[in-house]
């Protein structure tokens, strides 16, 4: 297996060098401090993981940390695209960073691929020929949980979102699908760590099921309170509250919750095992979905390396839409608006000997494309 | 609409009661922050920006020990321990030389102590959330009289903060310690004319301080995220009862921090309710989570033109 995998990256390498006539300069502003660090450290970790198998000496890769504040990501794009000239950007993991940053970036001729980010606002009428999003629009993944909802059979879901552009894409894309009634419909705080008012509503509303989108922390701590509120509704939820990187911090309070992905360790494909099998190597820890993100971006910016030259950037960007490489997800391609079209997979939170996983029960939505790609004209 | 609401009586009384319960947890649970953070600025005229690091560490310490020997006791202990040592030899080797400072130098220095804390902590911890739970015995809802349900964990957190809040009070107006510390509030130079070493004493202020938050921390990070940067928002919130209560007063921490845990919880009920009965309950949600948002703020703001020295406070 290993000798073949080793072949395989020679003969790609090899293949790689003969067409590449210059080097190309990649700019990634991503999260490594601060609160949300855990899921920007993915994503540069499945990049650089890609680009080390590519064994391609022809990319170079500059990585500044953002802290997830808007002013140092606007700071460190201007000095990427003009001091140091770099061809691509990618890494941004906050939409509201994303929108400070991409059509800037865009603007000035540059390629952007987003492996995390996908406001809506950037899918459908500020769509751009040289933005391409290789994780999801933002609404997706919320879209396949109201899919399972109706599939579950339930019919008055509690449904809450902080307070900010992606909790109310979330909550947008979950009644997009969703077909039964809402027994609440709530706004937390950003940032908000204990949730005793809103279990204390949710109890009271008579609710069958609750939806929510919390990333990060704020999903760790409600999911204890919940468990420990004694409400025992079906809970689901897109894969932000349930990445690996979390799950073991939430511990049992998150067994059997149904979440949604595009993404997950056990989809069978070979260049997924690879890569889970590789990524627990390199890392010494299991992939999370925003590793599997970083890792298809520099797999996909690889292939239309292998294709077309940068300073061509025409040809750069349909090597770029053929999205001709082997994504971990399995189905992968690109929608007119240039995000992604492909399967949100339903997962179940499990325990694998100490360690909480996910593993995948179902597909919510086959061949799923976004909402907005109507009104993207380019 | 009234109707509805009429309707929902009976649940509402049960939902309000549940309400104010959480609200009162919220408070004490800032108090035990605030009232370390109001000692120091009161006896040593310190605006420690770093206090949320402390909380921070508080938790770490807790959810280490706890995994380690599996017992929440234990890792309480080690919060307090290690707070308070951490709190000890912070003001050692930088806070000390910061009084004579004015404001601006304090909170750049305490601002640069966040970041290193910060970093230290992802640097021993790693990035990713650590685990701690609730310990079994405290584990799950309890019925109240009149058939509330409530978590076991919250109400332990409210006769435990408010046990804490006495043994302070009780610290501060009868021993000796107390004594020196009420003397530091109202005259530094003349409790170092009576021979009180008043370098020690305010290691032993700032280290209470430090362990009161790390306190605040291991018991809050059982019901949340045990995470770098976890201490921040609570620090905000910590400013604000301050600032509501009198800066400087113990009494004033515990009365700030109780009415902004209830205005903060019950705001964020119901101002989206109230909102309802003008607008649609999309954006009634909506524009009713932003006000809640900002009504603790406005509460301040509130306190600070009618008292501009806060509730409780002695100096303007």
Redesign the interface.
Known sequence: MKVMTMAATAVLALGLTSAQAEPVKVGMITTLSGGGAGLGIDVRDGFLLAVKQSGNSDIEVIVEDDQRKPDVAVQLADKMVQSDKVDVMTGIIWSNLAMAVIPSVTAQGKFYLSPNAGPSALAGKGCHPNYFNVAWQNDNLHEGAGAYANFADMKKSFILAPNYPAGKDALTGYKRFYKGDLAGEIYTKLGQTDYAAELAQIRASGADSVFFFLPGGMGISFLKQYKDSGIDLPVVGPAFSFDQGILQAVGDAALGVKNTSQWSKDIANETNKAFVESFQAEYGRLPSLYASQGFDTANLLLSAMAKADVSDADAFRAALEEADFRSTRGNFKFGPNHHPIQDIHVREVIKEGDVYTNKIIGTALTSHADAYWAECDM | MFLMLQGRGF??L??LI??IL?GL??GIMLFLMAAGLTLIFGVMGLINLAHGSLYMIGAFCAAAVAGMTGSFLLGLIAALAGAALAGALVELVVIRRLYRKDHLDQVLATFALILIF??GT?WIFG?????L??PDYL???ITLPGGI?Y?L??LALIVIGLAVGLGLYLLISKTRLGVQIRAGENDREMIAALGIDIAKLYTIVFALGAALAGFAGAL?G?????????GE?VLIMAFVVIVIGGIGSIKGALIGALLVGLTD?LG??FL?EVMKLFFD??TA??IG??L??MAIYVLMAAVLVLKPAGLFGARA
């Open positions: 649940m509402s049960i939902l549940e309400q959480n947890q919220f910060s970093e992802r990035s990713f959330p650590l685990f739970d609730v584990s799950g809802p349900q978590p964990y919250r809050v059982a019901i949340q995220s045990v995470q770098v940067g976890m928002p919880t964020g009920i989206p309950p999309s949600t909506s989570s932003s809640a948002s």
